[in-house]
């Protein structure tokens, strides 16, 4: 007989708790729909002011042309990496404990991925010819400049896009058929036809098994290639501070760190909104944190390697741009050296630490704010203070950009709500099978085999 308080225990039980996201809507919920979708609403009202008015409402200027756009372009296809590194990696790994994390992580790289694509759109002055960065051919037959990293970014969106929705439905193809069997009316036929004929035949969980790990494996290469391309944006300019080959191992290490950090936030606000206590343990949390003091400690190396090079070489102009930094946004860089290095670094040496939940929702956030800050500190400083002295400027974000950033991460706040009310928010399937080992024993085939995971 179940307990309460383990409800994995029985499969029944399991499989309700697991998709209680997706029961009747509460008044709470549609409060916070309504909330997240009316600064969404005025978001794209301040865009349709700047598509009528001009750039002119914004705070870009002459030298500083990019400005908190692409910041939060940098960001959000940063914080992407979630779920393709962690998930795939994790899944190739065959670490036991990644299973409750797996469709949490996923889903936030697919609604990640497409709010950061959004950007460059948004920050195109005439953004209704943006179809000239589209690699197509034209009636004029004219093909875009390859040469131009606009051109780059669309089509390692483009494929990111794709590929990180395809490794979400197809792990989301077992919970599906689950989900349809105990649904009813018009939701149960919207699932039958997404399950795609699921049945759980011994065929279908081993073509199921290769195909996971085929994916897992293309995908990791994709999520690199996007975020070194991301850096290729920068590095392949002759701006003092981006001009740096270390740029794309730099991205994509901050680009991890920042997708961790989002995973631990993500996992603990789940486990509180759906009573989830029983599947994300403080052993996940644990291993969360381990990886996340694992990808702090290497992007500290990146930013100690690049800090030190540009002291040691002493050029003039790579100098000037960091003792700018320095001198013009001291606040922003003791956060960020704060947040991504040194309070992580420290605090998660400690296994209280690691598996105090409040703690952990503390510390993530703080990496996560310290990364933006960071993105901030890579684009406006380098182009505030260019090697031509009469172009120096200065850059503050206006309203316009501050509403439209904030309607960024209420919109993927409400997609990931309409998500989870339609969809299993854990990997109901991977999840059992994890509780199938916690119980001591595990079948496979003709053989018992005894496992032991604590859980203290």
Known sequence: MSTPAEPHRDGAAANAAMLSSTGPATWRWYLLALLLGTVVTGGLTAFSYQVMTGMVVTGINRPVMWGIYIVNFVFWVGLSHSGTMVSAILR??????????????????????????????????????????????????????????????MMAITTYIIGSSLFLYLGLLPDLAVARDRAAGWRRLALAMLALGWRGTAQQWQTFGRASTVMACLIIPVAVSVHSIVAWDFAVTLVPGWHSTIFPP????????????????????????????????????????????????????????????????????????????????????????????????????????????????????????????????????????KNVPFLWGSYRPSWVELTVMAAAFCGFALLYMLFAKFFPIMAITDVREEHEALRGETVRGRTRLSTLIDEE
């Open 92 to 153: 190739l790994s065959q670490a036991n404990w990644r299973r409750p994390i797996l469709r949490g992580a996923e889903a936030m790289t697919v609604f990640s991925i497409m709010v950061g694509g959004l950007f460059p759109l948004i920050h195109l002055g005439r953004n209704w010819v943006f179809y000239y960065i589209i690699p197509y051919p034209s009636q004029y037959g004219l093909w875009p400049n390859f040469r131009s990293p606009l051109l780059w970014d």
């Open 250 to 385: 730099y991205f994509v290490i901050g680009a991890i760190t920042s997708g961790v950090a989002a995973v631990i936030t993500l996992m603990i606000i789940i486990r509180k909104a759906f009573h989830l206590e029983a599947f994300l343990t403080p052993l996940h949390f644990d291993n969360l944190a381990k990886l996340l003091l694992i990808v702090t400690a290497l992007w500290s190396y990146f930013y100690f390697a690049e800090v030190f090079t540009t002291w040691y070489g002493h050029q003039p102009i790579e100098w000037e741009v960091f003792s700018f930094s320095a001198g013009h946004y001291p606040l922003l860089l003791m956060i960020m050296l704060l947040g991504n290095s040194v309070v992580p670094l420290t605090c998660l040496l400690w296994r209280r630490v690691r598996r105090s939940i409040p703690a952990l929702l503390i510390i993530s956030l703080l990496v996560n704010v310290a990364m933006f800050i960071e993105r901030f500190l890579i684009v406006v400083p380098s182009l505030s203070h």
